[in-house]
């Protein structure tokens, strides 16, 4: 079955506009739990509530306010917060291509697929052109009432919108203190590189699933049934005391796996 | 600031303690609920049934699987409920860096050093960013299995869940019509259009956060002028705008 739309905008590079829909490249499979009272096992209701005199305050009362210091709040009022939104548009604005590799994976947020809204053919060229560049475009666009960045990119045969972060929500590598001790062992670089060159391979995301959802869901399907499953508690591990030991005895078991993979 | 996690790295038979921090700040104008005479509320949970407040130890986690009909999950159970080794991140593969795509990454986390785990921390950084490669593992934080790709940058080990496979949408699962070849004309029309935008390098000024901004210049203009401006006893219940994260990352870095 076909996915809905949940967006609708205009690429715009310049003047030349490119009608697209817009999709959720994602699908939420997390487990979702409701908080129940303990006694009756029924839902619970949640009420804000003033301390300072134990009573529920309406929604229609409540004020929002910015902690500037501890203790000191800017009360923002609803009129004021509502005049500070962006305007509503369908423009996905392009200002710049940049080669993908410079954006880093940490500025990666929800990811869209772009689908062709009419124009078929501008669409489908517009991917063309991304691949045969090696470029990504950074777009700025406006959806429910939130200012979005992202990452324009052709992905296959398609066009896909990553939101990325914004500047001051990411901490950079660069401007933290790398950890700091005596010089490392030549020899045991070599074998910590020789290990990874040996642990290298194809990324391929199927080999991984998850599986504690899994259990977590059968074990909700056994109590359902009244049944009362065993469980078994694991326990954690302790720093390797001996690193040099440690790496050859890693490389001389996958070299030997290796050797009988290829016998 | 305590870590989100504490485990352990392992490759091979080497094993390193880690702990984990986040990589992102909080939400910047993340606003606080006040009274009408500006006292930071609470948030209470009241039995639907007889309508009385409940503390903490007086609720539980339930599972709706059926209509109305709910399986309780205690913590414990959600603990033991995790894979084996799930306090281990184990690196079974390592893979380019650029392998991955965009599509399955979550969120970043950095890694610290934990107990007497300098060494093998630093010679695991100083492998991985040598050779440009990054480790694929699994582990459990919270009640949640997550996927993970281990890096490392500027000799720090860092964290990126990545979605699973069966989160990820492919192009037919959205519908997306199949491709028809564009003419040639076109193509080189957009081509043009890229190279006359085209930049090295990815500015964060292009990042820039200019809704938030806005937000917070209200903010700093109202305090200045002293409008709408309310002190309150009551201790907040977080830690709100007020701790760096920045500053946590920095020390435990330092610590080793």
Redesign the interface.
């Known amino acids: 079955m076909a996915a809905r739309a949940i967006w609708k905008g205009k690429l715009k590079l310049g003047s030349t506009t490119v009608p697209v829909n817009l999709y959720s490249g994602v699908i939420d499979k997390t487990v979702h739990f409701h908080i129940l009272e303990e006694r009756t096992e029924s839902r619970v209701k949640q009420h804000m509530v003033n301390p300072a005199t134990n009573e529920e305050v309406p929604n229609d009362e409540i004020q929002k306010g910015y902690e500037i210091e501890p203790g000191t709040f800017v009360i923002l009022k609803a009129e004021e917060l509502e005049k500070l939104q962006p305007k509503p548009s369908r423009d996905i604005e392009i200002t710049r291509f940049v080669p993908g590799e410079h954006i880093s994976s940490l500025w990666y947020d929800r990811p869209y697929y772009l689908g062709p809204d009419g124009d078929q053919e501008a669409y489908f060229a517009l991917v063309d052109a991304l691949a045969s560049k090696e470029t990504e475009g950074i777009a700025r666009w406006v959806m429910r009432g939130k200012e979005y960045v992202g990452a324009l990119r052709a992905q296959g045969d398609y066009l896909m919108l990553v939101a990325l972060r914004h500047a001051d929500e990411v901490i950079l590598a660069e401007d933290l203190p790398a950890p700091a001790g005596r010089a490392l062992d030549k020899k045991e670089i070599d074998m910590a590189r020789q290990l990874v060159g040996l642990l290298e391979g194809e990324f391929d995301p199927t080999d991984f699933k998850d599986e504690y959802r899994e259990r977590v869901m059968e074990f909700i399907e056994m109590k359902a049934k009244g049944k009362k499953p065993r469980l078994q508690l694991v326990k954690s591990k302790a720093g390797t005391s001996s690193l040099d030991a440690a790496l050859s005895k890693s490389i001389a078991a996958l070299k030997k796996k290796k050797e009988k993979a290829a016998a | 600031m305590r870590p989100l996690w504490s485990?352990?790295i392992?490759?091979?038979?080497?094993?390193?303690?880690v702990d984990m921090y986040p990589?992102?700040?909080s939400?910047?104008?993340s606003?606080?609920?006040?009274?009408?005479d500006?006292?930071?509320?609470?948030?209470?949970?009241?039995?639907?049934?007889s309508g009385r407040e409940?503390e903490d130890?007086?609720?539980?986690?339930?599972?709706?699987?059926?209509d109305g009909?709910?399986?309780?999950?205690t913590d414990e159970?959600?603990?033991?409920?995790?894979?084996?080794?799930?306090?281990?991140i184990d690196?079974?593969?390592?893979?380019?860096d650029?392998?991955?795509?965009?599509?399955?990454?979550e969120r970043?986390y950095?890694l610290?050093?934990?107990?007497?785990?300098?060494?093998?921390?630093?010679?695991?950084?100083?492998?991985?960013e040598?050779?440009g490669?990054m480790?694929?593992g699994?582990f459990?934080m919270h009640?949640?299995?997550y996927?993970v790709?281990i890096?490392a940058?500027?000799?720090?080990l860092?964290a990126?869940t990545?979605?699973?496979?069966?989160?990820?949408?492919s192009?037919a699962?959205?519908?997306?019509?199949k491709?028809?070849?564009?003419?040639k004309a076109?193509?080189?029309?957009?081509?043009k259009?890229?190279?006359a935008?085209?930049?090295?390098?990815?500015s964060?000024?292009?990042?820039?956060?200019?809704?938030?901004d806005?937000?917070l210049k209200?903010?700093k203009s109202?305090?200045s002028r002293g409008k709408?401006?309310?002190?309150?006893?009551?201790q907040?219940s977080d830690d709100?705008?007020?701790v760096d994260?920045?500053d946590v990352?920095?020390k435990s870095?330092?610590k080793?």
Not at chain 2, 38 to 49: A, C, K, M
Not at chain 2, 162 to 169: C, G, M, P, S, V
Not at chain 2, 206 to 211: A, I, M, S, T, V
């Open positions: 485990g352990t392992t490759f091979g038979l080497v094993s390193v303690p990589a992102n700040r939400d910047r104008t606003l606080r609920m006040l009274s009408p500006g006292v930071p509320l609470n948030r209470r949970y009241y039995s639907e049934q409940l130890d007086q609720m539980v986690r339930g599972y709706e699987f059926e009909k709910y399986v309780v999950v159970e959600l603990e033991k409920l995790a894979p084996d080794r799930s306090r281990d690196l079974r593969r390592f893979v380019d650029q392998a991955i795509p965009p599509i399955y990454f970043g950095y610290t050093p934990g107990s007497s785990s300098e060494k093998g921390y630093r010679l695991l950084a100083k492998a991985m040598d050779s490669r480790g694929i699994t459990v009640g949640k299995e996927l790709a890096t940058e500027n000799g720090i860092r990126q990545l979605r699973f496979a069966d989160e990820i949408r192009p699962d959205v519908g997306l019509p491709k028809k070849k564009p003419q076109i193509v080189t029309k957009f081509e259009l890229i190279t935008r085209s930049a090295k390098q990815l964060t000024q292009e990042l820039k956060d200019d809704q938030t806005r937000v209200l903010v109202k305090h709408d401006i309310v002190q309150t006893e009551e907040s709100g705008n007020v994260i920045m990352l920095k870095l330092a080793s």
